[in-house]
């Protein structure tokens, strides 16, 4: 005789976060998070931001870098969209 039969819910996707663990995606960070402060006029060491904030998320980052709460929607969006210009538009002059 067979034991109980379980029904599962159908998975349709799974998510999961490669940053870091599959995909070295902190050049592309690093360079954004210099090109985000260059375009705004701030001084920025970048190798010491990027040492006071590796694993944090984008607005941690802001904050950091600006030393005060800040608006998270301008921050991640502008440093985020800017990661990823940064990184097609190299893939463009390949």
Same mark, same amino acid.
């Given at each position: ?6 029904? +599962? ?10 940053? *870091?663990?599959?995909?070295?995606? /902190?050049?592309?960070? +690093?360079r954004a998070w210099g090109e985000f402060a260059r375009r705004r006029g701030l001084a ?5 931001? /990027? ?10 980052? +802001? ?9 998270? *929607?301008?921050?991640?969006? *502008? ?16």
């Amino acid at each position: 005789m067979a034991g109980p039969t379980v029904s +599962a819910p159908r998975v349709e996707a799974i998510i999961f976060d490669m940053d *870091g663990t599959m995909v070295d995606s /902190m050049p592309w960070h +690093a360079r954004a998070w210099g090109e985000f402060a260059r375009r705004r006029g701030l001084a920025l060491d970048v190798d010491d931001l /990027m040492r006071r904030t590796t694993g944090r998320n984008a607005y941690e980052c +802001a904050c950091e870098l600006m030393e005060r709460v800040v608006s998270a *929607g301008n921050f991640e969006q *502008g440093k985020d969209g800017l990661m990823i210009t940064l990184i097609f538009d190299e893939q463009d002059q390949k």
